[in-house]
């Protein structure tokens, strides 16, 4: 089966770093993908992880260990627009199907 | 940029009744899902299409549901009779030439069974 934790909701500071965090547990991957969703839209791509380490891209980075089933969504100088939810999902199967984790409302204080 | 788009934004239909929702897929993308996300829920997989054939479907994905790729730009889901629970966001997602490739959603349709 698939399972996948992050946390509920989280707060951070306007200019300050967050580390969101993702453990999944799944019987085929193919990759660990995260996506940006504000309330009441689509979800939007941020990052994909395939192998192990870190993948920086502008203020967003994301690593993944594929031995310990656990990636991270690095945020940083965070705006006050990053506030919004963080879904942590993983692609398995032959034509790989998104399974999403419940997200992480995160909310950026000034 | 190119992007996915679906119609209609929003969808009032009364329980029991046939809806269709709409996505134009990126033109080049071969890959095509349709998910789904109850309010205050997860994303929800329903079903993957690919070379005009269902390559996997959901549990959720019952007899009540049908896809469609009916032209070469158009990929359509269909509920047959709407049930009250149906009620939710339906995000269209397509992939380009390899199912490994990122998914891109369009903005979704928000459907309301009464």
């Known amino acids: 089966g698939q399972n996948i934790d992050q946390p509920t909701e989280m707060t951070a500071t306007e200019g300050a770093i967050v580390q969101i965090n993702c453990t999944y547990q799944?019987?085929?991957?193919?990759?660990l993908f995260w996506y940006q969703q504000h309330a009441g839209e689509a979800p939007t791509f941020l990052s994909y992880?395939?192998?192990?380490g870190l993948e920086e891209k502008g203020r967003f980075s994301s690593f993944l260990s594929r031995s310990k089933g656990y990636s991270y969504l690095l945020l940083k100088e965070l705006q006050m627009k990053d506030s919004a939810s963080y879904l942590c999902?993983?692609?398995?199967?032959?034509?790989?199907?998104?399974?999403f984790g419940a997200g992480t409302r995160l909310a950026v204080h000034p | 940029e190119p992007e996915v788009t679906q119609t209609p934004s929003h969808q009032v239909t009364q329980m029991g009744q046939e809806v269709i929702l709409r996505c134009v897929p990126i033109?080049?993308?071969?890959?095509f899902y349709w998910y789904r996300q109850i309010l205050g829920q997860k994303v929800e997989f329903l079903v993957s299409?690919?070379?005009?054939?269902?390559?996997?479907k959901s549990e959720i994905f019952d007899d009540q549901f049908s896809v469609e790729r009916p032209d070469g730009s158009n990929f359509t889901l269909k509920i047959r009779s709407t049930k009250l629970e149906d009620s939710a966001m339906y995000f269209c997602?397509?992939?380009?030439?390899?199912?490994?490739?990122?998914?891109?959603f369009g903005p979704g349709t928000r459907l309301t069974v009464l």
């Open positions: 992880n395939v192998l192990d």
């Open positions: 999902a993983t692609t398995g199967g032959g034509y790989n199907k998104l399974i």
């Open positions: 997602a397509s992939t380009g030439g390899v199912s490994t490739d990122t998914q891109y």
């Open positions: 799944t019987s085929g991957f193919n990759g």
């Open positions: 299409f690919y070379n005009n054939e269902i390559s996997e």
């Open positions: 033109s080049n993308h071969l890959y």
